[in-house]
């Protein structure tokens, strides 16, 4: 007996539970067992991690309002929903009993009124299911509901230990350790695969390190001396890069690699073989300033970031130059639409830049300072802001190297200060919750979130990628 699925609306009327059963072969069956009126005519309500009690989190919903509702619990593990509030984040609470108590479970976000989520099946005996959903519009209650959808802060790879620039800290015995054991050398840019491998562009060691589910770290790319050892394909960590410091993965595990020091855009297969997908620059000499990319699926095309350049390749057209004149460009990416996303540290800026080249500016002022929490994006000073990610809720991470601050930019366009820290060696906050007025992260380098809805911040001279949990904490 796998135990009982239960669904209680956490974010309009209404309750429904589900029972599901399973035999030795490891198979379901389920079967509504009770559905019931409101839940104590509370309306809208979320569970806010470390407040005590419930708080209201908008209107109460009307009686003509779709209700929460579970359509299914599969052998798999994977539960359905519909009549979700989007944008929103239904979470998945697990009890041993039904009346409690409730553990936090995985949480999703809600882009549309239906959904899903695969949930862990783990150990034996009855376990009961629950599923609670807040809204996360662009609104000072929307930004609690989704802070409180996050949990702890941690460093999931790097020790501190590798602050000085250009110096490799590798060591041949790091490989197959724990990454919270191991020193990072200067890491541009942190980003996950589906399975949940988290790759590491480490500029200075001159490789891309890969920290796994478990929590080890490996050398996935590169020979840890810089140099050019050929084009490919040949084993991933049998080919030298140089100065890596931009990547972008793909779900299956194919990692594109700027080989910056060597003028090139690698690819890596999930096999471990690395190939050339183009030369950075016309005669494959070394790429001044490049830090942003991005590939599509098919590897068909090509974006990165050349220091004052947005440029792009396609095999039909070869390298160009998409727009130009900015200052001193971080990372980018690109939205369903073909625009992309760029931060311009130099000007301290974020702009949305069309496949023609024109742009317009997202947020930022211009300077360093000025607005701030709750303030209007583009009124905000963004103290050479780096990187930027998008979030399901239709806002933005922002992450800023020289501020050392994450921010989030809501639909709406206004800005909420989620991290902040100081230059040096400024490290904080592991192990509670993230959402503090004490300073946590130093300098900024890349933002992205994992397919879990975690977020993974590359930062600081000293060597650091931290993770801040899509799961709230326990009541």
């Known amino acids: 007996m ?41 309306g809208r309500v979320a569970r806010w991690a470390g407040v005590a009690g419930w708080m209201l989190a908008g209107a109460v919903a009307s009686q003509a309002e779709p209700v929460l509702r579970l359509t299914g619990f599969d052998a798999e593990g994977v539960l359905g929903w519909v009549n979700a509030p989007v944008p929103g984040v239904c979470s998945v609470e697990v009890a041993g009993a ?7 479970g995985p949480n999703a976000f809600a882009t549309g009124s239906t959904g899903w989520i695969t949930v862990p099946q783990e150990g034996s005996g009855r376990r009961f299911y629950r599923l609670r959903a807040v809204e996360v519009a662009a609104t000072a209650s929307g930004f609690a509901n989704l802070v409180h959808s996050y949990g702890l802060l941690e460093t999931m790879a790097g020790t501190g230990a590798g602050q000085v620039d250009g110096v490799s800290y590798w060591q041949s015995w790091f490989e197959g350790w724990p990454a919270t054991w191991v ?17 590491i562009a480490d500029k200075n060691s001159h490789s891309v390190l890969r920290v796994e589910p478990d929590g080890t770290i490996h050398t996935h790319a590169g ?57 950075a620059t016309a005669d ?3 790429l001044g300033g490049g830090r942003g990319l991005w590939v599509r699926e098919d590897g068909g095309l090509v974006y990165f970031c050349a220091e004052t350049r947005i440029r792009s390749w396609t095999p039909a057209s070869g390298l160009r130059t ?57 009124a905000t000073g963004l103290d050479g802001v780096r990187s930027a990610w998008p979030v399901p809720t239709g806002g933005y991470l922002l992450l800023t190297h020289d501020g050392c601050q994450l921010w989030y930019l809501d639909g709406g366009g206004t800005v909420r200060l989620l991290l902040h820290g100081g230059r040096g060696r400024t490290h904080g906050g592991d192990g509670q919750f993230f959402y503090t007025p004490e300073p946590t992260i130093s300098e900024g380098r890349s933002v992205t979130m994992a397919y879990d809805g975690s977020i993974l911040v590359c930062e600081s001279d000293y060597g650091y990628v931290r993770r801040i949990r899509f799961q709230r904490l326990p009541p």
Not at 16 to 24: E, F, H, K, L, Y
Not at 186 to 199: E, I, L
């Open 284 to 286: 494959g000499s070394a």
């Open 183 to 199: 020193a990072l050398s200067r890491p541009h840019f942190a980003m996950a695969d589906r399975a949940g491998n988290v790759y």
């Open 2 to 42: 796998l135990g009982a699925h239960a669904g209680l609306d956490g974010g309009r009327q209404g309750r429904s539970i589900w029972g599901v059963t399973s035999n030795a072969r490891n198979t379901a069956r389920v079967g509504r067992l009770e559905a019931s009126g409101d839940v104590g005519g509370l």
């Open 322 to 378: 998409v727009a130009s004149g900015f200052a001193e460009l971080g990372t980018l990416f690109v939205e369903a639409n073909g625009d992309l996303i760029v931060c311009d540290r130099g000007a301290h800026l974020v702009y949305r830049v069309r496949p023609t080249g024109t742009r317009t500016v997202l947020a930022g002022n211009g300077t360093p300072s000025g607005g701030g929490d709750g303030w209007p994006g583009v």
């Open 223 to 279: 020979t840890h001396e810089g140099g050019y050892a050929g084009e490919g394909p040949a084993a991933a960590t049998s080919l030298a890069l140089q100065s890596p410091n931009g990547l972008w993965v793909h779900a299956d595990g194919t990692v594109y690699i700027l080989d910056t020091g060597n003028g090139r855009v690698r690819r890596v297969t999930p096999a471990g073989v690395m190939t050339t997908v183009c030369w």
């Open 98 to 104: 039904l009346e409690g108590p409730w553990l936090p």
